[in-house]
């Protein structure tokens, strides 16, 4: 079914919260949605690691702490590569993945992890990874959703960045703002007009379209038909 | 021609092939090889819903996007029903797509066509073709156009890196990424170069043509910056 997989990930991060999209609730539906261990996302910017968003786990928080000081792990790599990274066995020796990280890992009780990057066109924003205490394969299943899944949280991390966001990151999500492409070339003009990167550009547009309660997809059609200009805007 | 654009397809196939890449390619040989005036070719998502990935022109990439928002039109019905719905008169299709029929109108075309892109049971996105006089394609032209989309969709399903439904869902969502990459370059380009959208994206293809580049690649630089607009050929 159409968005199927999208309107399930969106009716759970909207369930048991009051308040709003945060990013432990955001960490809870890719463990849940899954059906794996725990899961955790992971901020990072080039080469440099922004930060754990949220985990679920004692566990989750240690894959990421691990991949922050050694450098190297699955997210590391589905960051860099733009693809997600799959082992099924950390623990079989017939592979040495990363040489420092797998065996603490599974010293952890890690025994297969799964790293999927979080990519908005040519920004990269980090990876959500997923983990299981047993060896095994991602079902078809768990790996469409676990995609869907990193698309989402990538959305949801950039809307988190503008303040007080978290209201309309619900009805943002919903409309899928990051699949309508007129968003992407609005940002593409507004960083040339504000000389900063397209991701940069990309929150400018959300802070711009939040104070002033538009939809983003109308903002960027206004940069677009050039009735909107960022370059001497405070917005 | 028909022979050349197969050869041609068939040339892009090297080992790390663009998904995108190989379907703009795909689409401009369309309006160069059919009578038909414009393409565009949507790709179902790992959820399932169709997005646009390839088109030959700013207007027929804008009614796609119509297409799927609205969710009705020629490639939507052809991706659902893995049929391929060939010589519809636009003049004639009130009931079938009130909202989509009427935009294509106003666009200009008069006739619609999708093929399925299709492999026994999967089908994995649709092609659409606009033509802007009525009248029916030719039969050659029928059989020509869902060959091209029969190319492609062997040529992605049977990519060496496509093994499973794993491997070929992070092929599409990688193509509907490189997909966003180049609206953001297109951007860089129309207000750098004070162009308008279709007028940035031709920029773009040109330059990825003339120097053997990959336009995907050539998108990334621009939108990161490490390739700068003036650096573009002209």
New interface residues.
């Given amino acids: 079914m159409s968005g199927e997989r999208r309107l399930r990930i969106i009716g759970r991060l909207a369930d048991g919260t009051g308040g709003g999209v945060g990013g432990t609730r955001l960490c809870d539906v890719c463990r849940d949605i899954t059906r794996l261990t725990g899961a955790g996302v992971m901020l990072m910017s080039g080469d440099l690691p922004l930060g754990s968003l949220c985990t679920t786990d004692a566990v989750s928080a240690v894959i990421e702490d691990l991949q922050y000081t050694l450098g190297e792990g699955p997210c590391v790599d589905a960051h860099h590569l733009g693809r997600p990274v799959l082992e099924p066995d950390l623990a079989d020796p017939a592979v040495l993945r990363w040489p420092a990280f797998s065996g603490m890992a599974v010293g952890s009780g890690v025994r297969a992890i799964f790293g999927f990057p979080m990519v908005v066109g040519g920004v990269r924003l980090g990876a959500v990874n997923f983990y299981a205490d047993r060896p095994g394969r991602l079902t078809d299943d768990q790996h469409a959703d676990a995609l869907v899944m990193a698309d989402v949280a990538a959305e949801a991390v950039l809307a988190m960045q503008v303040d007080g966001s978290e209201e309309v990151l619900a009805d943002e999500l919903e409309r899928g703002s990051n699949f309508q492409y007129v968003v992407h070339q609005a940002a593409g003009m507004v960083s040339v007009q504000l000389d900063m990167s397209v991701g940069q550009a990309l929150l400018r547009l959300r802070a711009y379209a939040f104070a002033r309660q538009r939809p983003l997809a109308e903002v960027a059609v206004d940069v677009v038909a050039r009735i909107l200009r960022f370059a001497d805007e405070d917005g | 021609m028909l022979a050349r654009t197969l050869v041609a397809l068939a040339d892009n196939l090297v080992a790390d092939f663009d998904v995108v890449e190989l379907l703009t390619l795909l689409t401009d040989r369309c309006v160069d090889v059919l009578d038909v005036t414009a393409a565009g070719l949507m790709l179902a998502?790992?959820?399932?819903?169709?997005?646009?990935v390839a088109s030959s022109s700013e207007t027929a990439r804008v009614l796609e996007?119509f297409e799927v928002q609205a969710?009705e039109g020629p490639c939507v019905d052809c991706f659902r029903s893995g049929e391929a719905i060939v010589n519809v008169d636009l003049e004639q299709v009130d009931g079938r797509w009130p909202l989509f029929g009427a935009k294509a109108l106003e666009a200009g075309f008069h006739s619609v066509h999708a093929m399925p892109m299709r492999l026994r049971k999967q089908t994995i996105g649709a092609l659409n073709l606009y033509r802007v006089h009525q009248g029916r394609m030719t039969d050659t032209d029928v059989v020509a156009a869902q060959a091209l989309a029969d190319v492609a969709t062997i040529a992605i399903l049977q990519h060496r890196t496509v093994r499973?439904?794993?491997l070929l869902?992070?092929q599409l969502?990688?193509a509907l990424?490189t997909?966003?990459?180049i609206?953001?370059?297109?951007?860089?380009?129309?207000?750098?170069a004070d162009l308008d959208?279709e007028a940035a994206f031709a920029r773009l293809r040109r330059h990825a043509r003339n120097n053997n580049l990959r336009l995907a690649d050539v998108?990334?630089s621009i939108?990161?910056?490490t390739l700068l607009v003036t650096s573009l050929d002209p």
């Fill in positions: 998502s790992p959820d399932g819903d169709l997005r646009v996007l969710n499973d439904a794993q869902n992070e969502s990688q990424n997909r966003i990459v609206e953001q370059a297109k951007g860089v380009v129309a207000e750098r959208m998108a990334q939108s990161t910056k």
